[in-house]
């Protein structure tokens, strides 16, 4: 029985055959032994190196707008094709760049795979205490061995920390799946940490996010991460007038994060890529989950950010019961 | 040799606290970071491999006032900054301390100096704790260093059973310790435990040695594999505010009105903007360039110029970058390939 990466090879090499994509876009292994990085092949040559696996990986949805070049700033034709390796996660940020109109669904193949969270190597070091050579992993068993000590753990202990709150783990609507969907994750909101932060006094949550807050460095790396974030020139881009000052004050710190947050309201497909890759482990989970947590309150939908045709905050109702 | 018990180093920084900043790792909400310690001595941590962000912060910040100005009435009044205070940088790792000789390179080298770094340098002694576990990120070795390595710290302390082995290594160390005698004691171990710590490996070793590679990488402007990394980079500034050794920075005023302030802040050559002129004009249009420009100034340009790599091993980059944009990486292909 061929495993998933050869039978994505397949496809890769049947695309490029029958000229469909002009570019793939998956993962590939990087310097130290568990970490992926993302991948770009422009033949099948080049996408041989490429691979599917358990271990963390990041987001590739965002490429896509570097890659196809924005709608309306000169996006490919519609014959020049991208395909896109997709989990869950990724297939919601590849939605939320189409309802946005960001990219078109026609300019993309994309390849499926099922995903029942991803594992965090760094987690597995840490219960091992050294550094894991080997990790296999079984089901929900996984065996992590280091030089001296072996360990099996369970997979839920080291699962990546934004995959604990994955609110999709299969992808519906792909062009080609490797392997059939899982039967539905269970999906467990869990507004717990949102709600300890709501219990606090105004004064000790402003303490709270000002401690956060200042730790920032402002390398915007949560910002260069999200899907949502796709402005074609984002406001704190703007040097003239300058809309965010270049000092870490905290005042501007609060501005920084504040008016992030407010972008993405609404739009936050709840991926945690933001938290994933701040270097100051700034819960931006909260934030964003706060706002997810208001909006599914107040407008009565299931799961806010789930990109739509039509969006609690991104729809005008004559009749709205609120005034302006 | 001296030795200082570990239960005595609260007491050290607070007598130390008597005329100086001091600046140690503290954990925060899981994190860890040199932060300064007010009133609260007790609270470093040993419990680090590297601080998140490094020792350059304490003598180049991310943002300080250079001036502040009033203009009223064409009366212009222009206030330098206030003195800065001694500073005491402790729990610093071999590898920040090597940066800052890199730093200093930059800042105090040559017909200009710059004034606000020199002075906090002149008034600032640091720390250093030998590394007793390098982690996967770890490669200090492949830049002539070791994690027991002494250049660029005053003192050297080499973790043993309950207390560490003192090493001065410049005269401000040795004043410092005999200025607070009393909390020092008399160690007679053999120094092996000093020589275990400077022999010992890294493990991604030494492997990712740059060599010669910046004489190799003169011809190397327009080497395809740039842009096969570029392709990856989200272009955050993640890894250039990290990094104990980058020390880009811009300078830009805040006024209201007639009053503001002059302030320097990081920049980072991973920006968009960074390199953009008055015309709309960037010479570094996209990340391909800019990604070259951060290698190639670590790999070729700094060691043109002052002899040294621009790099020190010491894994913050490697570790926070989202898309595993890895230097060593960088420095193992291009041997290879060159």
Known sequence: MMNMTEKMLEQ??????????????????????FSRIPAFAENYDEAKSMIIDEFETPLLAKYLIRELGEVGAGAVEKSERVGILTRGCDYLSIRRLVVDNIILRENLVIIGIPCNGLIDPKKANKLLGEEAQEITVDEKIV??????????INKEEILLDRCKKCIMSKVEESDILLEENMDDMEVSKDYSAVEEIEKLTTEERYEFWRRQFDRCIRCFACRDACTACNCRKCI???????????????????????????HVAGRCTAC???????PVDIPLGLLNGKFKKDIELLFDVDEAGIPAEIEPLGEFKLDDPVEW | MDKLLRSNVSRLLKKLSEHAEIYAPTMEDGVCVLSKLVNNYDDWTLDYVRTTNSVKDIFFPQNEEIMRYKNANNDLNIEPPKPFKERVAFGVRPCDAAAMLLLDNVFLEGEFYDSYYKERREKGALITIACEKPDQYCFCTSFHSSPGATEGSDIVLYPADDYFLVVAVTDKGKKLIKANAEIFENATEKSGIVENYKSMKTPIGNNCSPGELNEKLKNEFDNPYWKKIARRCLGCGNCTFVCPTCHCFAVCDVARGCDGKRTRTWDSCKFQDFFLMAG???????QVERTRQRFMHKLNYFKEKYDKYQCVGCGRCVEKCPVGVHIADVITHMKEEL
């Open chain 2, 280 to 286: 709309d004009h960037n010479p570094r249009p996209t």
């Open chain 1, 236 to 262: 704190f881009d703007i040097t003239e007038p300058e809309m965010l000052e270049k000092t870490v004050a905290t005042s501007e710190q609060f501005m920084f994060h504040f008016i992030r947050a407010f």
């Open chain 1, 272 to 278: 945690g890529e933001c938290e994933k890759v701040c």
């Open chain 1, 143 to 152: 065996l992590a061995k280091g030089e001296i000590k072996s360990r099996e």
């Open chain 1, 12 to 33: 890769i090499r049947d695309l490029f055959e029958k000229k469909n994509i002009k570019l793939f876009i998956g993962f590939e292994k990087g310097f130290e032994k």
